[in-house]
């Protein structure tokens, strides 16, 4: 099973990247993501045995609770570079909590052999793929005029561990389980499955 931890983004954020994305999309032929399968990851697992999905469970539900996270929806940009870009992105902005959610996820995850991510924590919204070099002039001019644009805010009381699997349209997301910041205890859904998608 190939899973990782997210937070999921309500309706009202969806529709701003929807209509944001419907703008973009003509500018650029890039893999753009499908808004309704955007996510805020917080740990990449990557391949787990199923056999052993109730430990991974329940080394989640024992991450700390937490008051709600207020996370602001910010800026544009590309990664590594603007120059030869591989992923444009929207920021996210949580604050130190949105990092010690991160930090304490990968705290529950290492007894089980999971060791923390090398990488910095760097949340953010994956808007679209570059697979290989495109004219890009055109996006990169609307991207200017929003760079520092507050799209929208949320706030997070829980995190879900999903699957993903590949489809013939993109990776489909599974929700496994849901772990509430205010209560250390999980919900596990029958699977919920999502549409079809890029995992960031």
Known sequence: MRLFTGIDLPDHVINVFERMLARFRPAAHLKWSPVYNMHITTRFIGEWPEAKLDQLRAALASVPPRDPIRIVLRGLGWFPNARRPRVFWAGVDGGPELRQLALDIDTALEPLGLPPEEREFSPHLTLARIKQPVPLDKLHEMVSELENT????????????????????????TKLSEFRFAEASVSADAGVELHPGIHQ
């Open 150 to 173: 507050e799209f929208a805010t949320l706030t997070a009381d829980r995190f879900i561990l999903y699957r993903s699997q590949p489809g013939s349209a993109g990776s489909i997301y």
